[in-house]
C-alpha cells in the first residue's frame, strides 16, 4: 500500500510517498481502507519536534531518540472496513467509519488496522469521510479538559485560540454544554468564531482579554499566550484555567495553585478515550458538533499540507484525501 513515511524530524520536505506493507487485522481488529486523513497541530509537533519548552527530552525519549520510532504520521482518519479478524462482532466488512490513532499514529496510509474496541466509531451519516476524519483530534482534546475542568451548564467560558482545530471544537462544545462562550481570534475569524456559537468575540489584535476587567468561570488556553501568571486574574474564584498548550513549567504549577488558590490549573495530555468518539459522533449526528474544514489536499500534496499547517494560521481543520473516489 502507499504510505506517508518520515524518516527523520525536520521540516514537510521530510515526508515521502513510498509502497509499504500493507496490515493484516489481527483477530481482535479490522482493517480500514482509509478515505480521508488530517493534518493537525500534533502532526507538525511530531514531525518537527517543535514542542513546548521543557517538553524536548520528552518528545524525543516518545517518539524516538534520534529518529521516528513511527515513521507513519496521522492520528485521524475516516473511511471503509475492508476485513475483520475472527473475533470482531462490533463491525463488519463495508462499515462506515472514522477512528484516532491518537498517540501510535499511523493514518498517512491507504490502510489501518485497529482494535474493535479501541477508538473507532460507525461514520455519522449526516457527515462527508473528509468532517468525519476531522472529529477526533479537537473533539476529544476539548472534550477531555471541559471534563477534567468540570465544566457546568451556565458557566462563562473563554477561548483563547477560538479558531483553532481544538479552538473551534471547544467553542461548540462548550455551547453544547451550556456554558456562554467568548472566543478570542484575530479579525479575519470572528464570524467563523460567532458562527460556531460564541457569545462573546474579541480579537486578539485590538483587545488584551486578561486586562479587561471581565472574569470567567474557565479559560481555556490553546495558543500558550495565557498562562496562570496573565490570566490568574480573569479567573472568578473557582475559576480553572485549561492550559491545552502549556509548557513544563505549567504542568509543574499544577500542585502548587491547588494549594495556594481557590483557583486551578489543568494541563498536561488529553487522555485517549474510546468513548469519546461516540458521543462525538452523537453530537455530529444531532447537529451539535461539526468539525469545521479550512483546506482539502490530496495524499500526494500532504508536504503542501504540512506547509500550510506549519503557518499556525489554519481555521479549524485541513483534510488530506486519501482515495479519490
Ligand atoms: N494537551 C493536549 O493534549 C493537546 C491536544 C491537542 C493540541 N494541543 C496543542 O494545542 C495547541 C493548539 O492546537 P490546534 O490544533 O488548535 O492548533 P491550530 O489549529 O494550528 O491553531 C491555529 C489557530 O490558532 C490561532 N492563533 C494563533 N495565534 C493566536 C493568538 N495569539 N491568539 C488567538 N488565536 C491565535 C490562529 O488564528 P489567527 O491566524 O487568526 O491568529 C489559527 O486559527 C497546539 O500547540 C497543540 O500542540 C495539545
Redesign the pocket.
Known amino acids: 500500500m502507499k504510505a506517508i513515511v518520515y524518516e527523520r524530524y525536520g521540516p514537510p520536505d521530510v515526508l515521502q510517498l513510498k509502497e509499504v506493507e500493507k496490515p493484516t487485522p489481527k483477530d481482535n481488529e479490522v482493517l480500514i481502507k482509509i478515505h480521508a486523513t488530517t493534518v ?3 502532526d507538525w ?1 511530531a514531525r518537527s519536534l517543535n514542542v ?1 519548552p521543557g517538553f524536548g527530552l520528552m518528545s524525543r525519549l516518545f517518539f524516538g531518540v534520534s529518529r521516528p520510532r513511527q515513521p507513519i504520521l496521522g492520528t485521524e482518519l475516516a473511511g471503509e472496513i475492508e476485513a475483520v479478524g475472527k473475533d470482531v462482532s462490533k463491525f463488519k466488512v463495508g462499515d462506515q467509519v472514522f477512528a484516532f490513532s491518537g498517540a501510535a499514529m499511523g493514518c498517512y496510509a491507504e490502510y489501518k488496522c485497529m482494535p474493535e474496541d479501541g477508538p473507532v466509531a460507525p461514520k455519522p451519516p449526516n457527515l462527508t469521510y473528509e468532517e468525519a476524519a476531522a472529529l477526533s ?2 473533539g476529544t ?1 476539548a472534550l477531555n479538559f471541559f471534563r477534567r475542568g468540570k465544566l457546568q451548564s451556565g458557566e462563562k467560558v473563554l477561548i ?8 473551534t471544537a471547544a467553542v461548540q462544545l462548550a455551547r453544547h454544554f451550556g456554558a456562554e462562550a467568548t472566543g ?3 479579525g ?2 470572528v464570524e467563523l468564531v460567532r458562527s460556531l456559537g460564541a457569545a462573546h468575540i474579541i480579537d ?1 489584535t485590538k483587545e488584551d482579554f486578561t486586562r479587561n476587567g471581565e472574569t470567567y468561570d474557565i479559560i481555556v488556553d ?4 495565557a498562562p496562570f501568571s496573565r490570566s490568574e486574574q480573569s479567573l472568578k474564584d473557582g475559576g480553572r484555567l485549561l492550559l ?2 502549556g509548557g513544563l513549567s505549567g504542568l509543574l504549577l499544577v500542585p502548587w495553585v491547588a494549594m495556594t488558590s481557590s483557583k486551578k490549573v489543568i494541563a ?3 487522555a485517549e478515550r474510546a468513548e469519546d468518539l461516540r458521543i462525538l459522533a452523537e453530537l455530529a449526528k444531532a447537529g451539535e458538533f461539526r468539525p469545521v474544514i479550512d483546506r482539502r489536499y490530496p495524499f500526494e500534496q500532504i508536504v503542501e499540507a504540512h506547509r500550510y ?1 506549519d503557518t ?5 481543520n485541513v483534510v488530506v484525501t486519501v482515495m479519490n473516489r
Not at 483563547?160 to 479552538?167: M, R, T, Y
Not at 490553546?222 to 499566550?225: E, K, L, P, Y
Open positions: 493537525t497541530s500534533g509537533r513546548p483530534f479537537g482534546t483563547n485560540g477560538a479558531s483553532g482545530g481544538v479552538g478570542v481570534c484575530s479575519a475569524n486578539y490553546t495558543v500558550g499566550s491545552v498548550l498536561g495530555p488529553a499547517v499556525g494560521r489554519k481555521r479549524g
